[in-house]
């Protein structure tokens, strides 16, 4: 079996299925591994599995983690959003956002540690991609979070997923396949794939290896300008997609699995909000179902790029609508407790230096 879960001499034991369980605990009954599986989906640690024989919750101790994932802070929001911080086995930090809505309750959650696309607005890619996160890490977020807000396996608190945190989902396309395998399977946490957004910088070859995959899950596209010279400045990933391809992909995948793909575009002031930028989003999303995503930029100190007015974002949107193009205006939540990705970990790192 491939060792997808091993993180600082150990292994999670979150993040495999049944049968993967009950191969690890040799002499042991099925019902056994059936058993720990369904205390890994409540959060519970070793300890509070009391229905399993207490020696073999201390063999299963020295070997494994139960949750790797660790709540270290979490900061909440004036609209009820929380942010977390997590710990990891091995001392590095990640971030998810938790944001309650009246049609279910959201978790943004990360893929790796750090990203290597270089995006020129955001936080996660400054000290550029430290490792890419294990399925069991991925899992375990959605796992601490549920538990932390009062849910359980029957009842959830955490009912949708986007994977929009720190890092590219498709820079780590094996271990984020495998995690969806485990938050959509039956017995699990059971989050359906209806209800999970996967968001990629436009890595054309895997947004196209996704759409052959089985998963049918909502491709969410970092766009952030319909003008190829404009989106290399901002997204070095252009240079070796460019747009052309792109839309391409983004039509292919529609096409194998009749989901409308959503395109995010970050307004930056005087940069991607442009009449002429308006145009040409409506001539790219012409006669194909698709929905762009608007958002004020997040702004991050690092980078020297200002977020538009309020009303200067309502203006770009009425273009867009006028032009045909389905659009509304994400809601920033979080922004006072530093949302963005990448921002509250950067923060901590550099108070503890």
């Known amino acids: 079996m491939t060792d997808f879960n091993a993180v600082a001499g150990k292994t999670s034991l979150l993040g495999l299925s049944k049968d993967e369980i009950f191969s690890l605990i040799d002499g042991e009954k099925k019902f056994v591994a059936s058993n720990i599986y369904s205390f890994l989906m409540e959060g519970k640690d070793f300890s509070e599995m009391t229905s399993v024989r207490k020696d ?68 996660s890619g400054l000290d550029g991609l430290v490792r890419n996160l294990t399925p069991g890490e991925m899992l375990g977020q959605v796992i601490a979070v549920n538990r932390d807000n009062g849910g359980s396996v029957k009842d959830r608190a955490v009912t949708n997923l986007v994977l929009m945190g720190s890092g590219e989902p498709f820079d780590n396309y094996d271990n984020v396949l495998r995690f969806l395998d485990r938050v959509s399977e039956e017995g699990g946490i059971n989050i359906s794939e209806r209800n999970i957004s996967v968001s990629t910088s436009g890595l054309v070859n895997k947004i196209k290896d996704f759409a052959d995959s089985g998963h049918k899950v909502i491709l969410s596209i970092s766009f952030h300008a319909p003008f190829n010279e404009l989106r290399s400045s901002l997204m070095p990933v252009n240079n070796a997609y460019p747009i052309e391809k792109l839309m391409e992909a983004a039509r292919y995948y529609y096409s194998a699995t009749g989901r409308r793909v959503i395109f995010e575009y970050t307004l930056i002031k005087n940069e991607n909000d442009s009449d002429a930028c308006a145009e040409e989003i409506a001539k790219l999303t012409k006669g194909f179902p698709s929905h762009v995503n608007l958002i004020r930029l997040n702004e991050v100190k690092e980078h020297n790029h200002k977020a538009p007015t309020e009303n200067a974002t309502e203006e770009f949107l009425a273009k867009l609508t006028k032009l045909g193009v389905s659009a509304t205006i994400r809601k920033s939540l979080g922004n006072d407790i530093e949302g963005a990705c990448g921002q509250l970990r950067r923060r901590y790192l550099s108070d503890k230096r």
């Open 56 to 123: 073999l919750r201390e063999k299963l101790s020295e070997t494994y983690y139960s949750n790797p994932v660790k709540i270290l802070e979490k900061f909440t929001g004036k609209s009820g959003t929380v942010k977390y911080l997590f710990r990891l086995p091995d001392d590095n930090l990640i971030e998810g956002v938790y944001m309650p809505h009246n049609y279910g309750n959201t978790l943004c959650l990360s893929t790796q540690i750090g990203c290597r696309m270089g995006c020129k607005f955001c936080a």
